[in-house]
Each structure stands twice: as C-alpha cells, then as structure tokens.
C-alpha cells in the first residue's frame, strides 16, 4: 500500500482504527467466509479472506473449502428440514451445517482453535452415518 492513509480495496480500511484513519474510495464492505453457514464468519475484510485462500482463519486451519449447497433436504442425521446441506469431504455424505460441526468437533459450537477450551474439546471428525 503506497499512502497508508488510502485504502487499494482490499478491506484494510474495514480493520480496527483504520476505520476512522483511513479514506476509502473504493466503499469496502465486509464480506462472509464461504462456509460461513458452518463457521459463522462473517464481516471480514477482504484482506483475510485473501490471505487464506478465500476463506476465514478457521476454515482455512480446520477443513479448507467446502462444498455447501442451498436446497431444502432432510438431514440424514437429525432428520429435520434444513436449508443448507455440507458434503463431508472424506465420504461425500451431506448432512446439514449443525449436524457437521457436531461430527466434526463433538459441539454445535465452534471455539477458536488457540483459545482455553480448545484443551478441554474432542476433535471427532467422523461421520455419523458411515464412521469414515
């Protein structure tokens, strides 16, 4: 970035105290991690996503890209209807967002990786249908 008083549209304006310090002509808006119906992330600068291949930290750290679908299907888990479903990168199975954080990381809740919590957490990562 030449002037760090300008923004060149990557978000950088969008963290912190750039907020007041920063110009922006490019009208920067926060934008949402690709698996955000798992991860839940959402108002990133577009400078994060870029820096981990176009997704939020966590996703980049715990699964990478996946692929989420928008239609309404009964989850073969919980067996409720459900807006979204996640295919499963190791079997392919789709199952709905909660039911894949639940297999994923034995919680409906996703903790940061780094915090205190993350000692005391079971990383599952099976499949509840198959056990792959």
């Not at 009964?74 to 190791?90: A, G, K, P, S, W």
Request: aromatic share 8%; with cysteine; hydrophobic share 30%.
């Amino acid at each position: 970035m030449s002037n760090p008083s300008q923004c060149d549209g990557y978000g950088y304006c969008l963290i912190g105290r750039n907020r007041e310090r920063m110009a922006c002509s490019f009208q920067c808006k926060p934008e949402r991690c690709p698996n955000f119906v798992v991860c839940g992330s959402e108002d990133l600068p577009r400078c994060v996503l870029h820096c981990h291949g176009g997704m939020c930290v966590w996703c980049a750290m715990s699964f990478g890209l996946l692929d989420i679908e928008e239609k309404v299907e009964t989850c073969h888990i919980c067996l409720e209807d459900r807006n979204y479903q996640v295919r499963r990168l190791n079997c392919r199975h789709q199952i709905c967002p909660g039911c894949f954080r639940r297999c994923t990381f034995g919680s409906d809740r996703i903790d940061i990786p780094w915090g205190k919590r993350q000692e005391e957490k079971t990383i599952l990562g099976r499949c509840a249908l198959c056990r792959i």
